[in-house]
Nanobody, 119 residues
Framework: EVHVDESGGGLVQAGGSLRLSCKISGFTRGLADYGIGWFRQAPGKDSEGVICLRYSDDRTYYRTPAKGRFIISRDNVKNTVYLQMNSLKPEDTATYYC??????????WGKGTLVTVSS
């Protein structure tokens, strides 16, 4: 059974940085065989994609709010995905969810980690 566990959320002041981690375990394949990404859901709002690194073309895709501030990375040995978030704004406050996916296969999601940015 695959488990996806996010960590690293917390309270940070506006302008600060956080690095979220996402540990995946129980793979039959390694993390290198998956695309990776992060969604977020702010209180009272729909979830939205933030950033992803697609398996199909190994390119990073951003939603506009993340561009220039957020960086996605992976450690295929540790089976861990990271989200480095810089210059945080109060509107970045949300629960952040990590996922991994492959074409024509089941995707896997974590339960989220809460990020709160104070003004």
């Amino acid at each position: 059974e695959v488990h996806v566990d996010e960590s690293g959320g917390g309270l940070v002041q506006a302008g600060g940085s956080l690095r979220l981690s996402c540990k995946i375990s129980g793979f039959t394949r390694g993390l290198a065989d998956y695309g990776i990404g992060w969604f977020r859901q702010a209180p009272g709002k729909d979830s939205e994609g933030v950033i992803c690194l697609r398996y199909s073309d190994d390119r990073t895709y951003y939603r506009t709010p993340a561009k220039g501030r957020f960086i996605i990375s992976r450690d295929n040995v540790k089976n861990t995905v990271y989200l480095q978030m810089n210059s945080l704004k109060p509107e970045d406050t949300a629960t952040y969810y990590c996922y991994v996916d492959r074409p024509f296969a089941k995707d896997y999601w974590g339960k989220g980690t809460l990020v709160t940015v104070s003004s």
